[in-house]
């Protein structure tokens, strides 16, 4: 158990609907990352929150947003979904502050989400 | 920006064989973790064993130790006593080690290489 909870586990919805994606880092990590992971592909980054800033944006959608909330969840919304982001969601959390980092990222068990 | 090239999408190995994944990166930068993770079926990541660049030591974690030759950016993950349970995705990560003011500690990962374990 890496200590990181994403929910929901499955999800299956339409074309066109907006889902949101949730995220509880480890205990006292205040970094959250979000990655997307399509069927047989890698890990794709899609952004990082830091304390409640977002820190680096990767090749993140428009239609896709994330915010990380004062009790540092996260939360990752998609929007006018479409075939193609049928994907596994991952999201990581570390603590990269002085002391602490150990440099390793702490893996959810992924949200899959399947549009129909 | 910082690349990783995994140049073989997939290997195989007998059981209680050796194998050895090869993983190459890039950057400009001389301090930053290299990392190895194993995705199996339940599609979970699972830290496989980490390098500090600064370390000259190679690491190693019970069967699994690496190849790090800095100066050629080359990374690759040897895996000794190969058993069924190895089967699965393995990824390659590169990670910044001090990320520069406002920057980001994510995690760069290579495209993957299956591991098929033959009993």
């Known amino acids: 158990d890496s200590g990181v909870t994403q929910t929901p586990k499955h999800l299956i919805t339409a074309t066109g609907q907006r889902v949101t994606l949730r995220c509880s880092p480890r205990s006292g990590d205040l970094s959250v990352y979000w990655y997307q992971q399509s069927l047989d592909q890698g890990l794709q980054f899609l952004i990082h929150y830091y304390n409640g800033e977002e820190r680096a944006k990767g090749n993140i959608l428009e239609r896709f947003s994330a915010q990380q909330f004062p009790d540092l969840h996260s939360e990752l919304n998609l929007s006018s979904l479409e075939l193609g982001d049928s994907a596994l969601y991952f999201c990581a959390s570390s603590a990269p502050e002085r002391g602490r980092d150990t440099g390793e990222l702490f893996f959810g068990e992924g949200s899959r989400l399947t549009v129909l | 920006a910082q690349t990783v090239t995994q140049s073989q999408p997939e290997m195989s190995v007998q059981e209680a064989e050796t194998v050895t994944l090869s993983c190459t990166y890039d950057?400009?930068?001389?301090?930053?973790?290299l990392f190895w993770y194993k995705q199996p079926p339940s599609r979970q990541m699972i830290l496989v064993i980490r390098q500090e660049a600064y370390k000259q030591q190679n690491a190693t974690e019970n069967r699994f130790s690496v190849n790090f030759q800095k100066a050629a950016k080359s990374f690759s993950l040897k895996i000794s006593d190969s058993q069924l349970g190895d089967a699965a995705m393995y990824f390659c990560a590169y990670r910044t080690m001090l990320p520069t003011q406002g920057g980001s500690e994510k995690l760069v990962f290579g495209k993957g290489t299956k591991l098929t374990v033959n009993p």
């Open positions: 950057t400009s930068e001389s301090d930053y973790y």
